[in-house]
């Protein structure tokens, strides 16, 4: 399987099918076909049946899906079957929140370091973990291993916490400051800005085309 060909938005799809399959256990379903995940999930059968076909072959034709199996196969998929030790830079409102939000740990993403740039909130302690200074941060991703960091801190200081956290061992960063960091080949950098996202709300509120409600 060539990673490489498969479309961003798919693997984000694949994100919300294994959420509602999660749903779907919950209630006791056994099986699913491909029309109720797409009422489910805002896409079309179709849509459904080419995502899960990068991936190799599911289900059961006439039958559908087993829901457990499915649930298992996008897991494994999407990385979601191991735990994933994450640090987080910025210790300020969002960051916080994001610090605290128990849908990290659920998923897998095991919060094992809070940093900050300022040394005010250095000390203070969300959850079990208490903010550290910066000067910490190479040692704890090298103790834990970890490969995924979180950026919430202003515009004018991600270049360089992005930086560090690459030279310390992470691969993969999750950026929330408005700044678009200049990082090595290879490392993996997704942006993350909410007005985007409700700028996409507004767009189909105002066509209200059905079209456009997929992503």
């Known amino acids: 399987m060539k990673t490489s060909k498969i479309p961003e938005a798919a693997v984000m799809r694949l994100a919300v099918y294994s959420r509602f399959l999660e749903q779907l256990q919950e209630q006791g379903h056994g099986t699913v076909s491909s029309c109720m995940i797409a009422r489910g999930t805002g896409v079309t059968p179709a849509q459904v049946r080419k995502d899960l076909a990068y991936f190799g072959e599911f289900g059961t034709r006439g039958v559908g899906y087993d829901v457990e199996a499915l649930s298992g196969h996008l897991k494994r998929i999407l990385g979601l079957d191991r735990k994933w030790p994450t640090v987080l830079v910025g210790a300020g409102k969002l960051g916080s929140a994001l610090a605290l939000y128990e849908g990290f740990l659920t998923r897998g993403f095991h919060i094992v370091g809070v940093f900050d740039i300022d040394p005010d909130p250095v000390g203070n302690r969300f959850g079990q973990l208490d903010v550290l200074p910066m000067e910490r941060l190479e040692e704890v991703i090298q103790r834990y291993g970890a490969q995924i960091g979180i950026i919430t801190v202003p515009a004018n200081a991600a270049q360089e916490v992005g930086e560090r956290l690459v030279d ?48």
């Open 168 to 215: 310390a061992g992470v691969r993969a960063i999750l950026n929330f400051s408005p700044y678009v960091l200049n990082l090595p080949e290879g490392i993996i950098v997704r942006h993350v800005d909410f007005t985007l996202h409700l700028e996409t709300l507004t767009f189909n509120l105002v066509y209200k085309k059905e079209e456009f409600k997929t992503f």
